[in-house]
């Protein structure tokens, strides 16, 4: 739509192996969005770039493992304190969000750029052209808006956010072990409470058990005849099928939606705006 520009800043990402030799080399981007959102990439460390720059096994490894870090904390962040499993660098609830992370990362391998303003009519379009600008090696459109992201926005433009829908709720499953929480994406009520949670992308063994032990928490905890789940994805591969057909044979009110899918979304658009209560934030308290 002309007219309609989003807001927000950049920062270029760059990896120093080694900080007496200083060779740096330009790995990624992150755009924060002025709404919250981020979109992201970073070389991964089979890119025939990353593989000459570094070299040998050991820096390939260091650097893997250094980018999945900034993958899973970038992903998973949640609320205005930006936490992730009690540890937090900066929240995209604020603006400053680029500027902590650099501050956060000064002195370490991963560097931030100084962040910059940027307004735009065509974030996708904007965010290709600094990828292929800055990393110099760009292999599509690989804008990161995960499943949560991408509901958020729509839930954003329907303005169901803290009205119809509340969104990174933490619950207490064990209620003897008070400091374990599960966070819920989305909720909304319809006579029995709707908790959406979007499925995240499976990048390690590590990342699957997290993920998987702490949703068997949630389900061993819900009472299935005031609760109903349903998982959202947007992409299909074999591990997330196998992950969601074990949840779904718990119980008849685990579902599933595929964001892709114009009609799923539109049904859940259209059900949440005739029958969700409007004071849910009241509700779940």
Same mark, same amino acid.
């Given at each position: 739509?002309?007219?309609?520009?989003?807001?927000?800043?950049?920062?270029?990402?760059?990896?120093?192996?080694?900080?007496?030799?200083?060779?740096?080399?330009? %790995?990624?981007?992150?755009?924060?969005?002025?709404?919250?959102? +981020?979109?992201?990439?970073?070389?991964?460390?089979?890119?025939?770039? %990353?593989?000459?720059?570094?070299?040998?096994?050991?820096? +390939?490894?260091?650097?893997?493992?250094?980018?999945?870090?900034?993958?899973?904390?970038? @992903?998973?962040?949640?609320?205005?304190?930006?936490?992730?499993?009690?540890?937090?660098? &900066?929240?995209?609830?604020?603006?400053?969000?680029?500027?902590?992370?650099?501050?956060?990362? &000064?002195?370490?391998?991963?560097?931030?750029?100084?962040?910059?303003?940027?307004?735009?009519?065509?974030?996708?379009?904007?965010?290709?052209?600094?990828?292929?600008?800055?990393?110099?090696?760009? @292999?599509?459109?690989?804008?990161? @808006?995960?499943?949560?992201?991408?509901?958020?926005?729509?839930?954003?433009?329907?303005?169901?956010?803290?009205?119809?829908?509340?969104?990174?709720?933490?619950?207490?499953?064990?209620? &003897?072990?008070?400091?374990?929480?599960?966070?819920?994406?989305?909720?909304?009520?319809?006579? =029995?409470?709707?908790? +959406?949670?979007? =499925?995240?992308?499976?990048?390690?063994?590590?990342?699957?058990?997290?993920?998987?032990? *702490?949703?068997?928490?949630?389900?061993?905890?819900?009472?299935?005849?005031? =609760?109903?789940?349903?998982? +959202?994805?947007?992409?299909?591969?074999?591990?997330?099928?196998?992950?969601?057909?074990?949840? @779904?044979?718990?119980?008849?009110?685990?579902?599933?939606?595929?964001?892709?899918?114009?009609?799923? =979304?539109?049904?859940?658009?259209?059900?949440?705006? *005739?029958?969700?209560?409007?004071?849910?934030?009241?509700?779940?308290?």
């Amino acid at each position: 739509m002309e007219g309609t520009r989003t807001a927000g800043a950049y920062s270029i990402i760059r990896y120093m192996p080694d900080e007496y030799l200083g060779e740096v080399i330009n %790995i990624g981007i992150i755009l924060h969005n002025e709404d919250g959102t +981020l979109h992201y990439e970073f070389l991964k460390e089979d890119n025939p770039k %990353i593989r000459s720059f570094l070299g040998t096994k050991h820096l +390939l490894n260091n650097y893997k493992f250094s980018v999945q870090i900034l993958g899973y904390y970038l @992903e998973n962040l949640t609320g205005f304190d930006g936490e992730v499993a009690d540890f937090s660098i &900066a929240s995209p609830c604020y603006s400053d969000f680029l500027s902590n992370m650099k501050n956060y990362f &000064a002195g370490k391998a991963l560097i931030f750029t100084e962040p910059k303003l940027f307004r735009t009519s065509n974030p996708k379009k904007f965010f290709d052209s600094l990828f292929a600008k800055y990393v110099g090696v760009f @292999e599509g459109s690989k804008v990161r @808006e995960n499943a949560k992201t991408i509901v958020r926005s729509i839930f954003e433009q329907h303005d169901f956010l803290d009205k119809k829908v509340a969104y990174d709720h933490q619950i207490k499953p064990i209620k &003897a072990l008070k400091d374990i929480t599960v966070k819920i994406d989305f909720i909304y009520k319809n006579g =029995v409470l709707n908790y +959406l949670q979007a =499925v995240p992308e499976i990048e390690s063994p590590g990342k699957k058990m997290e993920w998987v032990a *702490k949703t068997k928490m949630l389900f061993d905890s819900v009472d299935f005849t005031k =609760v109903k789940i349903k998982f +959202l994805y947007d992409k299909h591969n074999e591990e997330i099928d196998e992950i969601i057909s074990y949840f @779904e044979h718990f119980n008849k009110n685990v579902k599933t939606l595929n964001i892709s899918d114009d009609d799923e =979304v539109e049904n859940l658009i259209a059900e949440i705006e *005739k029958n969700a209560h409007d004071n849910v934030l009241e509700l779940i308290s």
